[in-house]
């Protein structure tokens, strides 16, 4: 085994066998067993040398290469006439391939987020921006591809748009692959009709065929909508010690907080024994993080018995039948930083932690980066009058006023005299001069007029939506226009271009809310 610069394996080797490129300081090469440390990058490709040593290797490679393909199908391993390692295909029907891959991810990306109400009007949760740089998905991608899955399939219903146009081709993650790599799924129409993804194990089932197209064996299945950091491949390898036929991942939650979540029951080896779905009355306090691996055929098993199950999903009927069917279902626990953002109050909570003088979610460890789509602006501008505390700046912003204790967007303006605490402004969004907001959460591209003052009076609760709107915050939807010298109160809710007239006296109080469809209050 070489470790040698990727130059001289492109240089040198027309077909080489590139078994991991990534940017971490250590990381297992899983084919063969062995490690290797490097400060940037670690490549590691088999060659036939005259060793003896080096020749096992090169043969038990091989074996084991061979393992990971289905060469009775549609792919096998060749080997060149210069004994260099290399890797084909042979093909069943003309562009008809079939690569087998151990592990592929299902990202589930589809759902709306009512909870962040006037947030996800005209865009998926997935696709909300999030610690002034990123998009909640990208945190799922990211540990994919630092995990090493380099196959994900994105399944996306609720205003795909921006969402689409956010993945791409998944250059960002290194996800452009030409076998396996990122993958949009909508829902689709079939010969025997179409129907929209009505739960998340339904979800999954409608693409069947795009997993049995790599044959794998094992499915990752990830939520969209949560913002933390894990090696799935540590969780794989917990999965196989204990030959689990599904594993969950899991961790402690406040025992007040236990209804909201999938609790499970285990016994001292950590095997699940009793699953309950958001009980009333929980028996304990460790929480499904919505992250499974399953076995890929228990969970075709699964999916496929329970395919006429009306809204299919993973808590409320898959896992309850593979206890039904004794499977060994096991809990992973994990104990690092783990938010949903479903929630106002959480989504809020989670920004404002990452301005925090030791942050608890670090974004800035360099052996496990999260990427995003970066579009080519200018660099951020701060005037010599500004006055900036503790805050995450996005690129292309211009301040000229006041900002403490806030996540700004990129392409965000602060005009001069304006003053912003506690808040969060999404990108392209302009905040007047002499405009005041304080604890509000502002959507991209939004117009707050000079001299509004978003955050005033004390709180009152909510008279458009209580199960939405329950915190003292302001929350602007995208393209949104505040007038100028409007006050705003707390635990409101405005969507949409408003005017003067809307304000009765000039004021919105607490509690109320402008939401606009079409023109129409």
């Given at each position: 085994i070489?470790?040698?610069?990727?130059?001289s394996v492109?240089?040198?080797?027309s077909?080489?066998l590139?078994?991991h490129i990534n940017r971490?300081?250590?990381f297992?090469?899983s084919i063969?067993?062995?490690?290797v440390?490097n400060?940037?990058?670690?490549?590691?490709?088999?060659y036939?040398?005259?060793?003896?040593?080096?020749?096992n290797?090169h043969?038990i490679?091989?074996?084991?290469?061979k393992s990971l393909?289905?060469?009775?199908?549609?792919y096998?391993?060749?080997e060149?006439p210069?004994k260099?390692l290399?890797?084909?295909t042979?093909?069943?029907?003309r562009?008809?391939?079939?690569?087998?891959?151990?592990?592929i991810a299902?990202l589930?990306?589809?759902?709306?987020?009512?909870?962040?109400?006037?947030l996800?009007q005209k865009v998926?949760?997935?696709?909300?921006s999030?610690g002034?740089k990123?998009?909640i998905i990208?945190?799922?991608?990211?540990?994919c591809?630092n995990s090493?899955?380099?196959t994900v399939g994105v399944?996306?219903q609720y205003?795909?748009?921006?969402?689409?146009?956010?993945?791409?081709?998944?250059?960002?993650?290194?996800?452009?692959?030409?076998?396996?790599g990122v993958?949009i799924?909508?829902?689709y129409e079939?010969?025997?009709?179409s129907?929209?993804y009505?739960?998340t194990?339904n979800a999954i089932?409608?693409?069947l065929e795009y997993?049995e197209?790599?044959?794998p064996?094992?499915v990752l299945i990830l939520?969209?909508?949560h913002?933390?950091?894990?090696?799935?491949?540590v969780?794989?390898?917990?999965?196989?010690a204990?030959?689990a036929d599904?594993?969950?991942?899991?961790?402690?939650?406040?025992i007040e907080?236990?209804?909201?979540?999938?609790?499970?029951?285990?016994?001292?080896?950590?095997?699940?024994?009793?699953?309950?779905?958001k009980?009333?009355?929980?028996?304990s306090?460790?929480?499904s993080?919505g992250?499974?691996i399953?076995s890929w055929?228990?969970?075709?098993?699964a999916?496929?018995?329970l395919?006429?199950?009306p809204?299919c999903?993973?808590?409320?009927?898959?896992?309850?039948?593979?206890?039904e069917?004794?499977?060994?279902?096991f809990?992973y626990e994990y104990?690092?930083?783990?938010?949903?953002?479903g929630?106002l109050?959480?989504?809020?909570e989670a920004?404002?932690?990452?301005?925090?003088i030791?942050?608890?979610f670090?974004?800035?460890e360099?052996?496990?980066?999260?990427?995003?789509?970066?579009?080519?602006i200018?660099?951020?501008?701060?005037s010599?009058?500004?006055?900036?505390t503790?805050?995450?700046i996005?690129?292309?912003?211009e301040i000229?006023g006041?900002v403490?204790?806030?996540?700004i967007?990129?392409?965000?303006?602060?005009e001069k005299?304006a003053v912003?605490?506690?808040?969060?402004?999404?990108?392209d969004?302009?905040i007047g001069e002499g405009?005041?907001?304080?604890k509000?959460?502002v959507?991209?591209?939004?117009?707050v007029g000079?001299?509004?003052?978003l955050?005033?009076g004390?709180?009152?609760?909510?008279?458009?939506?209580?199960?939405?709107?329950?915190?003292?915050l302001v929350?602007?939807?995208e393209?949104?226009?505040?007038?100028?010298?409007v006050?705003?109160?707390?635990?409101t809710?405005?969507?949409?271009?408003?005017?003067?007239?809307d304000?009765p006296?000039?004021?919105?109080?607490?509690g109320?809310?402008i939401?606009?469809?079409g023109?129409?209050v």
């Amino acid at each position: 085994i070489y470790y040698i610069n990727i130059n001289s394996v492109i240089r040198h080797y027309s077909f080489p066998l590139i078994l991991h490129i990534n940017r971490f300081i250590q990381f297992r090469i899983s084919i063969f067993g062995t490690y290797v440390t490097n400060q940037e990058h670690r490549y590691c490709i088999a060659y036939h040398t005259k060793r003896k040593k080096c020749q096992n290797i090169h043969k038990i490679g091989i074996e084991r290469m061979k393992s990971l393909f289905t060469s009775s199908k549609k792919y096998v391993i060749i080997e060149s006439p210069s004994k260099k390692l290399m890797y084909g295909t042979k093909r069943a029907a003309r562009g008809d391939i079939m690569v087998k891959k151990e592990m592929i991810a299902m990202l589930l990306a589809g759902g709306q987020g009512s909870r962040l109400g006037v947030l996800t009007q005209k865009v998926a949760k997935p696709a909300v921006s999030f610690g002034g740089k990123y998009r909640i998905i990208d945190f799922p991608l990211s540990n994919c591809i630092n995990s090493g899955v380099d196959t994900v399939g994105v399944l996306t219903q609720y205003q795909p748009l921006r969402l689409n146009a956010h993945i791409g081709i998944g250059i960002p993650w290194d996800l452009d692959r030409n076998v396996g790599g990122v993958t949009i799924l909508p829902p689709y129409e079939r010969s025997k009709g179409s129907d929209w993804y009505t739960g998340t194990a339904n979800a999954i089932y409608q693409n069947l065929e795009y997993m049995e197209s790599y044959n794998p064996e094992y499915v990752l299945i990830l939520s969209g909508d949560h913002i933390y950091k894990m090696d799935y491949e540590v969780m794989l390898e917990y999965h196989k010690a204990n030959n689990a036929d599904v594993t969950i991942a899991a961790m402690p939650v406040p025992i007040e907080e236990a209804s909201r979540f999938g609790i499970l029951i285990t016994d001292d080896n950590n095997k699940i024994t009793e699953f309950e779905e958001k009980p009333a009355n929980p028996r304990s306090n460790l929480a499904s993080m919505g992250i499974y691996i399953f076995s890929w055929k228990a969970l075709k098993e699964a999916l496929i018995k329970l395919s006429e199950e009306p809204g299919c999903d993973f808590g409320k009927h898959v896992i309850p039948y593979c206890f039904e069917q004794g499977k060994r279902i096991f809990a992973y626990e994990y104990n690092g930083y783990w938010k949903d953002v479903g929630t106002l109050g959480s989504y809020w909570e989670a920004n404002m932690e990452l301005i925090d003088i030791i942050p608890e979610f670090n974004l800035y460890e360099e052996y496990w980066k999260i990427y995003t789509k970066s579009d080519r602006i200018p660099p951020q501008y701060i005037s010599a009058d500004a006055k900036i505390t503790k805050c995450i700046i996005g690129e292309g912003s211009e301040i000229y006023g006041e900002v403490t204790n806030s996540v700004i967007g990129s392409g965000v303006t602060i005009e001069k005299g304006a003053v912003v605490k506690d808040s969060i402004i999404m990108q392209d969004s302009v905040i007047g001069e002499g405009a005041v907001v304080e604890k509000a959460i502002v959507a991209e591209d939004v117009k707050v007029g000079a001299g509004a003052h978003l955050g005033v009076g004390e709180y009152a609760p909510s008279k458009y939506d209580q199960k939405v709107y329950q915190f003292d915050l302001v929350t602007i939807g995208e393209h949104s226009v505040i007038p100028e010298n409007v006050k705003i109160g707390k635990n409101t809710a405005i969507s949409g271009v408003t005017t003067a007239e809307d304000y009765p006296d000039g004021a919105l109080e607490s509690g109320g809310y402008i939401v606009k469809a079409g023109g129409i209050v």
